[in-house]
């Protein structure tokens, strides 16, 4: 399995949460608001302007996003169709992410400069102009570390690279590109054909011939359900 597939499972993984379906119980509250409030949809006013404030600021210089954009290439490399970081504007969520919380700032800039201080003793080259495997030659020396010593208490270099593998894949996976990229389609439903005819038959049940055509008719999947007034279902 390589790395971007190892990555992907991590994360499948740690985002399955236990699903609770609703079939065709009539005896569910289906009061739901006929029409949503959509004015202040998905951001309240004080977010958005938190939001416009941290947009219009500037943290990094040009040449520290150009830093950022080569390392998060080389921590997840660009997969077609999808694209990576880039077409993906992680530098540009780390940097938002770098202003939301201003603890990350003076361990990212510091790191930053410790690429280009490495590099330059090593190679006399900044960090994003050394060739791909000499920049991983830096970089082996951070992206590892004890598990069993806490990170804080770590070197700020190792801080550093923690923090930027954490944000490269959290802007990644959470990008239209990286959604695509996993392949999720969002919340899909079950097709459920009922109990077996052969378990039904041994406990001497069986459906109502009425609404089992109404709650497994694979035809109509697609279609919402309707209700009457009492919570009998119609269709």
Not at 29 to 56: C, Q, V, W, Y
Not at 65 to 75: F, R, W
Not at 81 to 110: S, W
Not at 136 to 163: M, R, S
Request: hydrophobic share 40%.
């Amino acid at each position: 399995m390589d790395r971007r597939k190892s990555i992907q499972t991590m994360i499948m993984g740690a985002g399955a949460s236990a699903l609770a379906f609703y079939g065709c119980k009539s005896d569910v509250d289906m009061n739901i608001p006929s029409k949503i409030d959509t004015a202040h949809f998905g951001r309240t006013p004080e977010e958005l302007e938190r939001i416009a404030k941290l947009n219009a600021q500037k943290l990094f210089a040009d040449h520290e996003l150009e830093t950022i954009a080569v390392l998060s290439t080389i921590i997840l490399p660009p997969k077609e169709p999808y694209g990576g970081p880039i077409e993906a504007k992680v530098p540009e969520f780390i940097e938002f992410i770098a202003k939301d919380i201003p603890e990350f700032e003076l361990t990212l800039k510091g790191g930053l400069m410790w690429l280009d201080h490495e590099s330059n003793k090593l190679f006399n080259l900044e960090f994003k102009k050394a060739a791909l495997e000499q920049q991983k030659q830096i970089l082996d020396t951070i992206a590892f570390h004890d598990a069993a010593i806490p990170l804080d208490v770590q070197p700020l270099e190792i801080q550093f690279f923690a923090i930027m593998r954490n944000l490269t894949v959290t802007g990644y996976y959470t990008s239209k590109e990286g959604i695509a990229d996993l392949g999720y389609k969002g919340n899909q439903p079950n097709i459920w054909d009922g109990v077996p005819q052969d378990v039904l038959d041994q406990h001497g049940v069986a459906y109502d011939p009425e609404w089992i055509s109404k709650c497994v008719d694979q035809s109509k999947r697609n279609e919402i359900a309707e209700w009457d007034e009492n919570g009998n279902l119609l269709t």
